[in-house]
């Protein structure tokens, strides 16, 4: 088992930055990928971005040069530098991780952008 506990979430104006933070507890050993997904009201779950212990990412095309992912393995750590938000990347964000062919989610973290 695996659990997910994010953190960074909160209100922001348009153009501001936020950065979310997610450390996963338990049996944390294979975790690849990690990774960030995000719900608007209405709307179905979506890919943020993704990394693999070994650093690859992969962004959907909405975030590309605006949101940064990291990973520190050694901390069962992976954050998402959020830049230049806009309006429409006002979701809950949810962390994610994949092991063993089972994915594994946080609790979510609202992020609100105001115009």
């Known amino acids: 088992q695996v659990q997910l506990v994010e953190s960074g979430g909160g209100l922001v104006q348009a153009g501001g930055s936020l950065r979310l933070s997610c450390v996963a507890f338990?049996?944390?050993?294979?975790?690849?990928?990690m990774g960030w997904y995000r719900q608007a009201p209405g709307k179905q779950r979506e890919l943020v971005a993704t990394i693999t212990s070994g650093g690859t990412t992969r962004y959907t095309e909405s975030v590309k040069g605006r949101f940064t992912i990291s990973r520190v393995n050694d901390k069962n750590t992976v954050y998402l530098q959020m830049n230049s938000l806009k309006p429409e990347d006002t979701a809950i964000y949810y962390c994610?991780?994949?092991?063993?062919?089972?994915?594994?989610w946080g609790q979510g973290t609202q992020v609100t952008v105001s115009s």
């Open positions: 338990g049996s944390i050993w294979r975790i690849d990928p």
């Open positions: 994610n991780a994949f092991q063993l062919g089972r994915d594994y």
